[in-house]
């Protein structure tokens, strides 16, 4: 009966389309009529009716706003990984589903008494939006169903990957610009406030998990019977694959991933992945979960699609240090619905590795769809050394600098030792005044360079009488009074400082921020004792992950005549905040947080934080981040191919976080 239903909907759907759209009926009134009323008896008998189906062509009524809902179960996502391996380790002894991982947006449908009432999309995992108005312009949403009670149901909506192919160059967003994406456009779609725009925009939903009916507790202990139930009952259910309770090695796994993979492009499914989800119900729910994601599934993130170009030459820049940063300029090819034209090449070895010469057929992504990136070379054998010969900025002769990675192997730059190099001072202004050092708000890398250009910045001093230069900066284009009076009011009050940002403003190599917490506790805030333990024989290196090298950047930085004026000339100009504030900072630190007062490496590739970031973000839990795992290290912040440090803190017995677990645990 239910795909006697779906055909009818179907059949009739076309025809109207023929009829009214096309001018080219495809069978008499009298023809569609029978169709219609069967379809009528139909839906009455088995209580489904579609959102699709002509028996609710009705108004669509829009709204003035999308309401809040808050889940009274949390929505939340699942823990991420791209290594077959993991999921292979996930199975464990349970019978596990493998699922599409579709590209669209989380909508969550609650059914009374066998009618839909109301649905809201994720949102955060405990709100989210009420989407209600627009679920009778999705495709496929049962409207009403064969079932009573109270019926809670999770699934996708998205659009079909042909359809956006269709619907690409004819709608627009907010903004009047085309959408980059099918997952774009069937967000923006379902939290339209007026779901006409919906309405022909091929929405569907996908139905994979059941938050309540079902007859809980009473029903079979499996989530393959249950989506067999939410089929019956007239939902599109994800596609999955059955994985029996097992040993899989990762040639096992790779092939049910490519068979699911192969359904999935046979149907136009948009996925970015797979699920791995286990099937016992009471197992799932003995897992638990994070704030982040619940523990009983684990998400398989597609490697990044990869595309083809040319590429056009190599760029390079001199960076505040003197390395040269190369960047590979291509024909512009379209990812994720932008244009990209250009990615980094790193350093030297990276350009040889890969062999690369302008003119070569390459193959780049957009890594995590974010940041792009040269993944090979196509057409290998050609190599010759390309790199420039004198500095492009000022001329100078550049060097090769071969030096060793962490794992021991060599690593070429490409270095400019002319300390005048005008690239690389302008640096160390954009370095200055940025947000970690003495964040200097709204003062940007272009004007910098423009009032270099005219002479006005010869030291960090200068930025702090650029007053005297007031007309001339009040005529320039872009500027005038009023931005002028929000610059200097910016510089002025970066004269209230602190030592933690004073000395990483002076860019002596290897102290950031960090270190110059560390170095602040270490000597009290006192910038004397500190200059006087530069500039005489303090070890550096008996601090904790400091090391020889840092020991003598900073003692060799100091034997500078020129710096050591500007640290001390440059105070002169500050109001420097006593050490007090700082430990007023760490005061609104809860100590009840798990990590205060815990010693934190981090290690491999982190989603939401620079190593910058979560070392600060460590500093404000009241914790000490680390750079190497020891047996004093309480907590290991584990990314993407961590490496050697993973394997040193499994052997200590030191506890391993996912970055989700972290970011559940400081919550």
């Known amino acids: 009966m239910l795909q006697k239903i779906k055909e009818l909907v179907q059949i009739l759907n076309e025809q109207r389309d023929a009829y009214y759209n096309l001018n080219s009926p495809k069978m008499t009134d009298a023809e569609y009529d029978r169709l219609y009323d069967r379809l009528v008896e139909l839906e009455k008998e088995s209580g489904i009716v579609f959102s699709n189906s002509p028996t609710q062509s009705v108004g669509y009524y829009p709204v003035s706003e999308l309401a809040k809902v808050r889940h009274q179960r949390a929505l939340l996502s699942l823990d991420k990984t791209k290594q077959i391996q993991e999921l292979v380790h996930f199975i464990g002894d349970q019978i596990s589903l493998l699922m599409l991982k579709l590209d ?18 994720r949102g955060d995992g405990d709100i989210g939006e009420d989407i209600t108005h627009n679920i009778p312009a999705f495709e496929n949403v049962p409207l009403t169903i064969g079932y009573q009670g109270r019926l809670t149901v999770v699934g996708e909506a998205f659009i079909y990957k042909d359809d956006f192919v269709r619907l690409k160059d004819s709608v627009r967003d907010g903004n009047g610009n085309p959408y980059k994406n099918g997952r774009n456009l069937a967000a923006g779609s379902v939290r339209n406030l007026n779901p006409k725009i919906c309405k022909g925009r091929h929405v569907n939903f996908v139905a994979f998990n059941v938050f309540e009916g079902m007859g809980e507790g009473e029903c079979i202990d499996s989530r393959e019977f249950m989506l067999i139930q939410l089929a019956a009952l007239g939902f599109d259910t994800c596609p999955y694959i059955r994985l029996e309770a097992g040993r899989y090695s990762q040639e096992d796994m790779r092939k049910q991933i490519d068979i699911l993979a192969a359904v999935a492009e046979e149907k136009n499914f948009p996925i970015d992945g797979m699920v791995l989800i286990y099937d016992s119900l009471s197992y799932s729910e003995k897992c638990g979960r994070t704030g982040h994601h619940y523990k009983d599934g684990l998400a398989y993130k597609f490697e990044d699609e990869t595309y083809e170009t040319i590429l056009q030459k190599m760029e390079w820049t001199p960076s505040r240090f003197g390395d040269l940063a190369p960047v590979a300029a291509f024909d512009p090819v379209e990812m994720d619905g932008a244009a990209v034209s250009r990615a980094t090449l790193h350093n030297l070895s990276f350009i040889k590795n890969l062999e690369l010469v302008p003119g070569c057929r390459i193959r780049v992504s957009k890594r995590n769809k974010i940041i792009p990136h040269v993944e090979d070379n196509l057409d290998r054998g050609f190599y010759y050394d390309t790199y420039p010969r004198q500095c492009p900025c000022c001329g100078s002769s550049t060097r090769i600098h071969k ?3 962490d794992k021991g192997k060599i690593l070429e730059t490409l270095h400019c030792d002319n300390p005048e190099c005008d690239s690389q001072i302008l640096k160390k202004y954009v370095h200055f005044v940025a947000k970690k050092a003495m964040n200097i708000v709204g003062i940007s890398e272009a004007n910098l360079q ?22 001339e900066i009040i005529a320039m284009e872009g500027y005038g009074e009023r931005s002028y009076e929000k610059l200097w009011s910016a510089i002025n009050e970066s004269r209230n400082t602190d030592f933690i940002h004073y000395l990483t403003a002076m860019d002596i190599s290897m102290v950031g921020r960090t270190k110059s917490r560390v170095l602040c506790d270490v000597f009290q805030g006192d910038l004397d004792a500190f200059e006087e333990a530069a500039t005489g024989n303090y070890d550096f290196s ?3 992950d400091f090391g020889m090298t840092l020991n003598r950047n900073i003692h060799t930085w100091f ?3 020129e710096n050591l004026r500007l640290w001390r000339t440059l105070q002169m100009e500050m109001n420097f905040q006593p050490i007090g504030s700082e430990e007023t900072e760490k005061e609104t630190v809860s100590v009840a947080n798990p990590f205060y007062g815990c010693t934190i490496v981090a290690t491999g590739k982190l989603q939401n934080f620079t ?12 914790g000490k981040p680390g750079s190497t795992v020891s047996k004093n290290t309480d907590y290991l912040i584990c990314g993407e191919k961590a490496g050697s440090k993973l394997a040193k803190a499994q052997a200590l017995g030191i506890p391993v976080l996912s970055e989700a677990e972290f970011l559940s645990m400081i919550a």
């Open 104 to 121: 669209g947006l989380t909508v969550k449908l609650v059914y009374e008494d066998g009618k839909m009432i109301q649905a809201s999309t």
């Open 403 to 405: 030096g060793k990675t």
């Open 450 to 471: 423009r009032f270099q250009e005219r002479g006005w910045l010869t030291s960090f001093q200068d930025i702090y009488h650029l007053d005297a230069h007031r007309k």
């Open 542 to 544: 008996a601090l904790e």
């Open 559 to 561: 034997v500078d005549e």
């Open 611 to 622: 190593r910058e970031g979560i070392n600060t973000k460590i500093w404000e839990l009241g």
